[in-house]
């Protein structure tokens, strides 16, 4: 079985690029962030075409996760226990945002995670991401101990650079949300309850990164940050037998299909 994770920055303005991809890397469930629609604006057709069932979580123009399958798709959720709310208006009442969706899917409970920006240390927005990825923690953890045995999958944005190989200049983000001391530490204790980063052995850094901003050339550059992750339980991480980054996806040319996301697909392959 393969399974990806994309942020797809748009999927109305990327189906196309989406599933070309996902017909020629013959990906079995692809989890994406960022898909920026409604449920009733996400283009499902196009996936069906493929083979593929497809839940969605999206809410409005913002945020959205998504997960297309052609193992199964069961035991849908919406947002994980704990989950906190935000409200960016004090006279609207805060929500839980569309921001995790998980599935079960040929027999992997696979989560499609959009972890919170942060936007800047001093930003009430890098609290909320601090409290979410908390919840997260006590959440997943909780998941473990009930059984060790799970197979589980948490992949997606997690807008977290956990170490500084994951950037390409320390001093460019010095002071920046996605590197600080809390933020990594967040990150790490998710590892610590169990699940490991199974995707980083089989793609050693530094400098091998899953997200390049628009601006400055940064893509032809490789001026950019390992935010991207898929972090297996350990019943999980004991089938990955390949991983990689689909790097190629983030450029353009003649030879793919429409625009690039900001964000390069993770794959990975698991043992039967």
């Given at each position: 079985?393969?399974?990806?994770?994309?942020?797809?920055?748009?999927?109305?303005?990327?189906?196309?690029?989406?599933?070309?991809?996902?017909?020629?890397?013959?990906?079995?469930?692809?989890?994406?962030?960022?898909?920026?629609?409604?449920?009733?604006?996400?283009?499902?057709?196009?996936?069906?075409?493929?083979?593929?069932?497809?839940?969605?979580?999206?809410?409005?123009?913002?945020?959205?996760?998504?997960?297309?399958?052609?193992?199964?798709?069961?035991?849908?959720?919406?947002?994980?226990?704990?989950?906190?709310?935000?409200?960016?208006?004090?006279?609207?009442?805060?929500?839980?945002?569309?921001?995790?969706?998980?599935?079960?899917?040929?027999?992997?409970?696979?989560?499609?995670?959009?972890?919170?920006?942060?936007?800047?240390?001093?930003?009430?927005?890098?609290?909320?991401?601090?409290?979410?990825?908390?919840?997260?923690?006590?959440?997943?953890?909780?998941?473990?101990?009930?059984?060790?045995?799970?197979?589980?999958?948490?992949?997606?944005?997690?807008?977290?650079?956990?170490?500084?190989?994951?950037?390409?200049s320390v001093e460019a983000y010095q002071g920046s949300t996605h590197v600080?001391?809390?933020?990594?530490?967040?990150?790490?204790?998710?590892?610590?309850?169990?699940?490991?980063?199974?995707?980083?052995?089989?793609?050693?850094?530094?400098?091998?990164?899953?997200?390049?901003?628009?601006?400055?050339?940064?893509?032809?550059?490789?001026?950019?940050?390992?935010?991207?992750?898929?972090?297996?339980?350990?019943?999980?991480?004991?089938?990955?037998?390949?991983?990689?980054?689909?790097?190629?996806?983030?450029?353009?040319?003649?030879?793919?299909?429409?625009?690039?996301?900001?964000?390069?697909?993770?794959?990975?392959?698991?043992?039967?």
């Amino acid at each position: 079985m393969r399974l990806a994770t994309w942020n797809v920055n748009s999927i109305r303005a990327r189906v196309d690029r989406v599933t070309d991809w996902l017909e020629r890397a013959d990906v079995d469930v692809l989890a994406m962030q960022e898909t920026k629609c409604s449920d009733e604006q996400f283009p499902t057709m196009p996936f069906a075409a493929l083979g593929y069932d497809v839940v969605h979580c999206g809410f409005n123009q913002w945020n959205g996760v998504a997960i297309a399958s052609r193992v199964g798709i069961d035991d849908v959720a919406v947002g994980f226990d704990g989950q906190p709310t935000w409200s960016s208006d004090d006279t609207v009442e805060a929500a839980a945002e569309a921001r995790a969706l998980g599935a079960t899917c040929g027999g992997v409970r696979v989560w499609s995670l959009y972890v919170p920006n942060g936007r800047t240390v001093d930003s009430p927005h890098y609290a909320y991401k601090l409290e979410w990825l908390a919840a997260l923690h006590n959440t997943v953890g909780s998941w473990l101990a009930e059984d060790p045995s799970a197979q589980i999958a948490l992949v997606g944005d997690w807008n977290i650079a956990p170490t500084d190989d994951d950037v390409w200049s320390v001093e460019a983000y010095q002071g920046s949300t996605h590197v600080t001391e809390p933020e990594r530490a967040a990150f790490d204790a998710i590892v610590a309850t169990g699940f490991g980063d199974v995707v980083r052995p089989f793609t050693p850094g530094p400098a091998v990164f899953t997200y390049w901003d628009y601006t400055q050339l940064r893509f032809p550059k490789n001026r950019g940050m390992r935010i991207d992750f898929i972090l297996g339980s350990p019943a999980l991480a004991a089938r990955v037998d390949h991983a990689e980054i689909a790097r190629d996806e983030r450029k353009t040319g003649k030879d793919r299909v429409g625009s690039p996301s900001d964000h390069a697909p993770v794959v990975v392959t698991l043992a039967d």
